[in-house]
């Protein structure tokens, strides 16, 4: 199969779809890699040393040309995807419930395209995962970014001049990016706690050493859903939680906030009061930005300060690893690879199983996603 890798154009992506190792590990399979010139650079992956893997480097225009396939870390701009041929296979984090236009237009352009984001919790899909293997860095970077912000250690430190009490740290949301936040956090030698609305986060937290906190009610008992996830929590027991969280906010140094609901805007779970209620110097990471925060004053890409609390609204927190967040991106592509193609290594996806089949949004001119129709 012949694979473009194009240049990621959103404002502000570092990462990109392929790497000099998985270049070797494709070229040696027998596929042709096409990398345009500058795609790695903000990885610090240079043109010789995909070359030197064994890619060919070039135009916009010479990458695309005769390409069966398109990875990619986002979906490409108008501009671009204007210009790709009818029938090329678009793989990537293409945010189709972000953006909604978007099914369509790849729909009426005949481009078929897979959405990594959608890639199924179940175990043979675990090595595909995407939103696993850059939600687990964005959770190590989130508390790397918010200890550049707190102005304040985070280990207890005994001293000749006096003691520094140890930070507290609180995760909100203990999936992958959160769990990751927690062990980052207590590595760094917080005092940590988390909750999460899902039963089974619970044990995971305790397994951390890390206290969980939590309404624990008939409603928390079913939250999660059949795919892992979490569900949309009904008002009365968001108010409840509120109440939990407000208390038990006031007392923190560091707050991380992950959750997410697929398909839906973030839940907001820490309003402007509760902010006012932390203290001078608090740090608040919002994970949630990209999806309208968990936090209320959160702005996507900016750190805001209110009252002495900065909350930060990184929307690209893997972006800020952009050599691991890519090479463990690019790993997830090569391991989806198979489902791809035929045996002699031409493009042929396999539409019908499980996995390609929760992936796929549109398909021969047709969106197929039933979330999307
Ligand atoms: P996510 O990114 O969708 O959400 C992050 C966390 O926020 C979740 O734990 C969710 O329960 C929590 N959350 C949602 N609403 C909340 C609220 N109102 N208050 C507090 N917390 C709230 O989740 P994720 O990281 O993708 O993980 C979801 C689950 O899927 C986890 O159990 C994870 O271990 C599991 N998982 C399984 C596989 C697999 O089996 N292949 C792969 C990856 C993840």
Redesign the pocket.
Known sequence: MKIAILKERRNGETRVAATPDTVKKLVAGGHDIRIEKGAGDAASLPDNAYEAAGAKTGTLAATLKGADAIFCVRAPDDATLAKLPKGILLVGQIEPHGNKALAKVLADAGIDSLAMEFTP???R??AM?A??SQ?NLAGYRAVIEASGLYGRAFPMMMTAAGTIAPAKAFV???????LQAIATARRLGAMVSA????P??KEQVASLGAKFIAVEDEEFKA??TAG???KE?SAEY?AK?AELVAAHIAKQDVVVT?????GRPA?K?ITKKMVEAMKPGSVIVDLAAAMGGNCELTKADEVVEHQGVKIAGYANLPGRLAADASALYAKNLVNLLPLLVAEDGAKAPQWEDEIIAAMAITRDGKIVHDTLK
């Not at 909100?172 to 959160?178: D, K, R, S, T, Y």
């Not at 909750?195 to 899902?198: A, E, K, L, Q, S």
């Open positions: 919790r179940i175990t899909a675990q995962d939103l696993s939600s909100m949301g203990a999936g992958v990016a959160g909750t999460d609305v899902r089974a986060a939250a999660e892992g996830y979490a929590m968001r939680q992950t959750a997410l609901i697929p839940p779970l």
